[in-house]
Every structure is written in structure tokens, then in C-alpha cells.
């Protein structure tokens, strides 16, 4: 499987394709929005995303207010959730400017967009839409989005795999370029969280759902988790992006700021070259290796024109001289005869022998 996003193809036998989320890190801020683009593309991201919401579409103050407690990462938050999701929201205005920034540096512009008159207000200005693990459930967005006719991904964090199945099916009944990526959604930045990534279920998505592009969102800050996905076959991966962990803010603390990023790319993409083949061969930075610690058959003694070969005669030695026999043959060289005589340690060829 592989599709398009802008420039980039992506699939198993393409480069792994970061998106650096964004999000709230904006801080309220349009310039500080656009520094973030420009610093993404420096660390070698390929998207910069943002999210498009409006609180009162996607929290209830009354739901959370009546709540016991806020929890997970959100009981940090010195702001009620409905404050804190109003002070996040990017104005839908900002996006031809978010969009122009992103054009100006190369690097795709992104967003999640968590309601229907989002959708519609962002569709003209995406490549591609991303789908966070919250909505996966919501299957009339999904389907909204689907049909628009452009790739989609779809983060899995804090669901299982029956309503994973009913999303993915959901999309691809409508549209086939679907990216499905492992998740874990707790945004605390406890060093815990890899306990619970689990990234073997990459495999079962391969398994189970052939036709789709695999992925990663993940929420850590080192980089063992995405050298893992990109083994297990992922080749999309989104992480949130900031300038600094220092600052106030939701997203701020397990952001990647740009130095960690630009070494999760590096890591990566020596990660990319190292995986190469999966046929077995000798590689051509080898060939003078095999040479000198490979073993061939040479004579153990001076042997006269005329002798029979025993295994007494034959030594097993480095280096492999290119077209000696080598010391799998063994049975067959015993009961041949030299044709000519050769000193003790001469290779052995077969043109050197006879019946």
C-alpha cells in the first residue's frame, strides 16, 4: 500500500514521514505559530500540524465541572478544561496565513480538525487529514472526512481493537488511503509510558488490515519507540513539537523540542539504511572481507602429479582465494587425483584435479 501526501509518497519501500504536531504549543501566538513551522522544517519534519476546535464543540464545561476530580495529565492544569481547550483553539482565520508559512519553508501543512464546520472550513487547505485517537469512535466524522477523497490518519490511542476494526472499516469503505497508527494516550511524560506503548500491535494491524499504511503517535521523548515502529513497518510518525519544555501550557512538557527532534530524524534515517534488503547476500562491502576470513581448501604437504587425495592432504585455511574449492566440497576432492604437482599451502581448483 502506499499514497500521497503533497510531494512525499509513502509506503514500506519509502522514508519514514514526521509530523510534527504543534497543537496548542502556539500559545495563542500567530508568530510564534509560524516560528514553530520554520523551526520544524530546520529539524527535519516533513508536517507541521495544528488542531482546529472550538471548545464549546468538543468539551462540556458543565461535563468536566461535575466531574470528581480532573485527571491523567489535565489535573496539572491550573484552568478549568473548558478555559484551557477556548485559550488552545486556533481561530479558523489563521489558516491561510498558517498554510502560506508552510508553503514558503516546504514543509505540509496539517490539521486536526474536531468538529463538522471545521471540516469544512480547513478541507480546501489539506493534503491529508489526521484523526485523533479521541474522535475514533465518532463514526459520523469519520465518515465526513473519509469522503473528502484525501489520505487519512487515524491515531488508536485508549481503544480497543473491535472499535479500531469498526473505524478502520468505516474509512475504507469510503476511502482507501488509510495511514492506521499505534497510540498510547497518556500525556504525562512519565518514563511509565513505555511500559504501555506496545508496539507489537503494529504487527496485528498488518495483519489484520493488509491494505493500510501503518503509523505511530506517540507522546515519549526518547527515541526507542520510533526506531521500534519503524521496524515493525510504520512509516508515519507524529510527535509534538515545541521550542522549549520550559513553557507553561498543555502540550509543552512531553513535546519534542527541535534538538531531540532533529536526532529522532537522524536516528532514523540511519535506522532506514540499516534495515535495507530482506534478501540474504554477500553486499559489495564485503567482497574483500569474505576473502580474508573465509576459508578455503589448500594442500597440507607438498603433493606430487598423480596422488590421491585423503583428508590428511588438505588443509582448511584463510584466505578464500577467488575460484578455490571451498570446504563444503571436501567429500568431493577426497578419491581425486592431482593432476600436477603443488606446493605445500597452493589452493586448491578443480581444474586441478582429475578422476
Known sequence: MELKIGSHTIGAKHPTYFIADIAANH???????????????????????????QAPKIVSDYGFKHMNSQVSHQAAWKKSVFQV???????????????E????VGIDY?????????????????????????EIDWIESLELMASKGKPVLLATGASNIGEVQKAV???????????LMQCNTNYTASPDNYDFINLNVLKTYASMFPDVVLGLSDHTHGNATVLGAVTLGARVVERHFTDSNNRAGPDHKFAMNPEAWAHMVVETRL??????????????????????????????????AGETFTREMIDVLRPAAPGAI?????????????????????ELRWTDLGA
Open 271 to 304: 535506522l532506514e539504511r540499516a534495515l535495507g534488503s530482506a534478501d540474504k547476500f554477500i553486499n559489495a562491502n564485503e567482497q574483500d572481507t569474505q576473502v580474508v576470513q573465509r576459508r578455503c581448501l589448500r594442500a597440507a604437504r607438498d603433493i606430487q
Open 326 to 346: 571451498k570446504p563444503d566440497q571436501i567429500p568431493h576432492v577426497i578419491g581425486t587425483k592431482a593432476l600436477h604437482d603443488m606446493p605445500f599451502g597452493k
Open 101 to 104: 508559512e508552510c508553503n514558503e
Open 110 to 134: 496539517f490539521t486536526s480538525p474536531y468538529d463538522f464546520e471545521s471540516i469544512e472550513a480547513v478541507d480546501p487547505y489539506l493534503p491529508a487529514y489526521k484523526i485523533g485517537s479521541g
Open 27 to 53: 500559545d495563542g501566538d500567530l508568530e510564534r505559530a509560524k516560528m514553530l513551522i520554520r523551526l520544524a522544517k530546520e529539524a527535519g519534519a516533513d508536517a507541521a500540524k495544528f488542531q482546529n476546535f
Open 169 to 179: 472499516h468505516t474509512i475504507l469503505a469510503i476511502n482507501p488511503q488509510l495511514v
Open 85 to 99: 481547550y477556548s485559550e488552545a483553539s486556533i481561530p479558523l482565520g489563521w489558516t491561510p496565513t498558517l498554510v
